[in-house]
């Protein structure tokens, strides 16, 4: 009995050890089993559009960074990784360069019953089937070319509205203008404005306080204001009114631009310590080409001071360009242009400007508009070199010339850059964070960062070794929304793409 017993305690405990065991590893198993199924259930969910394998170039990074993988949801960017991503919609980014959308901080914007900048209000009236196709592609043939963001100087918030409603555009801010008169303040409505109204404003209405207030309630993002030499009953400002303009501005964080275009104007300019020129050093017609002492100490105080410089190279160009006969027949306006409009400003009536410039003399001065031309690209240089505060502004349109398409002039305005000397990579910086920076939005645009909107280009080619790789965009992103250059075109509207 005692040997039964004890046989019989010690199966029994083997049997409980057994179970026991058998529970241990039950239950290992489930963990495990629970384990692989919380793994399945945690992997990643695809989502937002990914744009995978890309070269991601942005100027506040020290080197771009490869085979990234970008996230975009809901109109920002959303995750940047170097693991794999999935996104409900992808796009293979091999082989090409993702970078931020291109800003130009110095245009005018043309929307209804707006016209083209070439044309008179009665040609605008007999021929409203053009004006509709070229205020329709206007805003393509910006993003066309990479641009994003535009800064309308001197805008309005109706006009800004009006273009942003827009269901394909960049994105337009506007800055307000300020023009000092008799030291009060006058302010500019664009299209349409005279300089010379001083017995029509109450000058206790008009101070730099009441002027910027009614700026910064209107919505605009900055101030601009004028220095004109040579023109016939304009007044000069005085440099104390100028400061308490720029003073009441910068108390509301609202940067001062200025329209100043030749030495006087830039030197007027660092006294009153404004933020952005927005136009290079030109010259009056009895002015030698060279630049003297006084000219270049202008600039070396400009660099000083770190003052925002516009070269604008371009609107010198423009002017030359209306001089050429065969302008209208580079192919690349058919980018930028309607047929429609091509075919009107190659007509009697469209090149009514082209042939009062010819009959004005213009032409005879070809001499003195390539000279400017160039001093205009030593100017760029010299700043270049005393790493001034460079932003890039192209002034489209500048005047009541064809020469400035949209879009298209910037990309000229590029290649006045690197003639002058100017580096892939600041030309770059200028494009992007530079001018978001200058205007304050940085923390919306001009890099590629998460929480920033996706506004962004895809290209075949790295801008930071030639500038033609702004040739190469494939693809412009607007809020996420991806968009096939080649549909952005005017010769796609024509086809009906």
Known sequence: MRLRSILSESFGRVARENVSMNRLISLALMSGFCLILLACTTQEVPSGLVVSNVTVVSAERDAPMEHAYVRILDGRIAEMSGRPLRGEQEIDGTGRYLVPGLIDSHVHLAVSPGFPSAMTAEQAAAHPEVVAAALAQDPRSYLFFGFTTL?????????????????????????????II????????APFFSYVQ????????????????????DGAICVKTVYEEGVPGFPTPSVETARALVAAAHERGLPVFIHANRKGGQAFSVAAGVDVIVHGMWRSL????????????????IARDNIGYQPTTQVIVGLQEMLQDDYLARPELADAYPAALI????????????????????KDREAFIRETINRA??????????????LFGTDTPSDMIYTNPPGLN???????????GISEEKLFRTLTIDNARAIGLEGKIGSIEPGKTANLLLLGGNPLKSVEAYD???????????????????CAVKEGK
């Open 151 to 179: 800064v309308d100087l001197i805008g309005t918030a109706e006009r800004t509205k009006q273009w942003n409603a827009l269901n394909l555009r960049p994105d337009a801010y506007f800055c307000s203008g300020a023009l």
């Open 182 to 189: 008799n030291d009060h303040i006058q302010f500019l409505h």
């Open 198 to 217: 001083e017995g029509r404003i109450d000058p206790a209405e008009h101070t730099p306080e009441t002027a910027v207030a009614r700026i910064a309630a």
């Open 286 to 301: 009895n002015e030698e080409a060279a630049l003297d002492n006084e000219a270049r100490e202008i600039l070396a105080a």
């Open 343 to 362: 075919d009107w400003y190659a007509s009697k009536e469209g090149g009514w400007y082209a042939d009062l410039m010819r009959s004005a003399g213009v």
């Open 377 to 390: 690209s030593e100017v760029t240089g010299i700043l270049d070199k005393a790493d001034a505060h460079l």
């Open 410 to 420: 910037g990309r000229m305005e590029m290649d006045n850059w690197i003639a002058a």
């Open 472 to 490: 190469t965009i494939e693809t412009v992103f607007l809020h996420g929304r991806p968009i096939a250059r080649e549909t952005l075109s005017a």
